[in-house]
């Protein structure tokens, strides 16, 4: 069992920056592939960014250039630095695990574990 919490949301003017961070228990961390995922009022929830267990970054077209995900494997834990940031990008965070690993997965069904989620506000 997996348990993710995320960190870091908040409210922050049009081009400022912010770093959200989720904090995960288990000792295969390092073999999940990790991800952030975000969901505004009334619309589906959206791919943002993933680190696979390789190391290797993808992210989703809206956020490419913006955002850098990471993360720190002694400490289980996996940010999103999200900088330039937009109104558009307001939303509820969620980080999410895929335990499988092998392969890049951007659908949300594709996640096993979810975080509580975190409300990120940009104010215009």
């Known amino acids: 069992q997996v348990q993710l919490v995320e960190s870091g949301g908040g409210l922050v003017q049009a081009g400022g920056s912010m770093r959200l961070s989720c904090a995960a228990s288990?000792?295969?961390?390092?073999?999940?592939?990790m991800a952030w995922f975000r969901q505004a009022p009334g619309k589906e929830r959206e791919f943002v960014a993933a680190?696979?267990?390789?190391?290797?970054?993808y992210y989703g077209d809206s956020v490419k250039g913006r955002f850098t995900i990471s993360r720190d494997i002694a400490a289980n834990t996996v940010y999103l630095q999200m900088n330039s940031l937009k109104p558009t990008d307001t939303a509820v965070y969620y980080c999410?695990?895929?335990?499988?690993?092998?392969?890049?997965?951007?659908?949300?069904?594709?996640?096993?574990?979810w975080g509580q989620g975190t409300q990120v506000t940009v104010s215009s």
């Open positions: 288990g000792r295969t961390f390092s073999m999940y592939t």
């Open positions: 999410a695990a895929d335990s499988d690993g092998r392969y890049l997965v951007t659908a949300p069904a594709d996640y096993d574990y």
């Open positions: 680190i696979r267990r390789t190391g290797s970054t």
